[in-house]
């Protein structure tokens, strides 16, 4: 490990699984963790709204490489949805828009409601979005009052389950592909049931292999010595633990690691893959072509 110039944190490799509380945007929350462990570099995947609480992966060094794949992968969430009322953003923090009666509920009802969100459906987009529309940030546009029309996007729901209801709330767990606007769910599930309704409560409890039971909040990272914070970095292969291991031979490795496609006999394996030299460090990731060849597509340097 290298102490960087001018102090401006070490050069540390690994994955940091914060639970972030809500009231902090997730830059803040990345700020301070990355301050705590004197990062030099650092980078979240999937940002959740102030709001929001849960599990924020913090990518330190080249583990920042491997964010994308993180970004793509599925996630779970605990929703509490009021009925009754909507609001500019569709959640807790927006102006009141709307207020409308919520018919009774019965399990079979909401039951019959949540079957038609489950499997692929079509989100429009939220007005307070991050995403871009002619180079305009979405959310920017609304906090102008200008609203622009939005394509459907194509999402899956994987579970949406009720954990509790009551007269004017519903509590779900909803597991679900990247891209899926938690809000939109809501407003939609809301406007099925003939009223409307806003996201009161969320928490992130899965972000593809990693679960929020493993996650540390940035109190008890604190509360620690440096040393031991370092030490709650996970491999930057944890990312993809689920993906095939090919482990390459000297000859091979020489070729991948200059960009080089290798041929590797008798593979098996499709896709993405986790790639290894002859003494187990991860060189990165690859992918199998259709002619059986391995390409690099993200490769890691040597440890320091």
């Known amino acids: ?155 899956t729901i994987h579970e949406l389950k009720l954990l509790d209801v009551g007269e004017d709330f519903l509590k779900l767990v909803v597991f679900c592909s990247k891209g899926t606007f938690i809000r939109t769910l809501a407003e939609d599930i809301a406007k099925a049931m003939d009223t409307v309704g806003h996201v009161e409560n969320l928490r992130r409890t899965q972000v593809g292999v990693y679960d929020i039971k493993n996650a540390i909040t940035l109190e008890q990272l604190e509360a620690m010595s440096l040393e031991e914070r370092r030490q709650c970095l996970l491999p930057i292969d944890s990312a993809v633990i689920l993906w095939p291991q090919i482990q390459l031979g000297e000859e091979m490795a020489f070729y991948l690691l200059r960009g080089q496609p290798v041929l590797i006999p008798k593979l098996q394996a499709q896709g993405f893959v986790r790639l290894y030299n002859r003494d187990g460090f991860f060189l990165g990731v690859g992918e199998v072509l259709d002619d059986g060849w391995v390409a690099p597509r993200r490769l890691f340097k040597r440890p320091r």
């Open 1 to 155: 490990m290298n102490r960087s110039r001018r102090g401006r944190g070490d050069s540390i490799d690994g994955i940091l699984l914060l639970d972030k509380h809500p009231g902090i945007t997730s830059n803040q929350a990345l700020q301070q963790a990355k301050r705590l462990l004197a990062a030099r570099k650092a980078g979240h995947t999937g940002s959740l709204d102030p709001i929001a609480s849960g599990l924020l992966p913090v990518c330190c060094g080249e583990a920042t490489k491997i964010s994308a794949y993180l970004l793509g992968g599925d996630k779970r969430y605990l929703v509490t949805v009021r009925l009754g009322t909507g609001t500019a953003t569709g959640d807790a923090e927006g102006e009141i828009t709307a207020r409308l009666p919520v018919p009774a509920l019965s399990d079979t009802g909401i039951e019959s409601v949540l079957g038609r969100f489950r499997g692929r459906i079509e989100q429009v987009p939220p007005m307070y979005s991050a995403l871009k529309q002619d180079g305009k940030r979405l959310y920017d546009l609304a906090r102008q009052g200008i609203e622009v029309e939005r394509p459907p996007r194509t999402v």
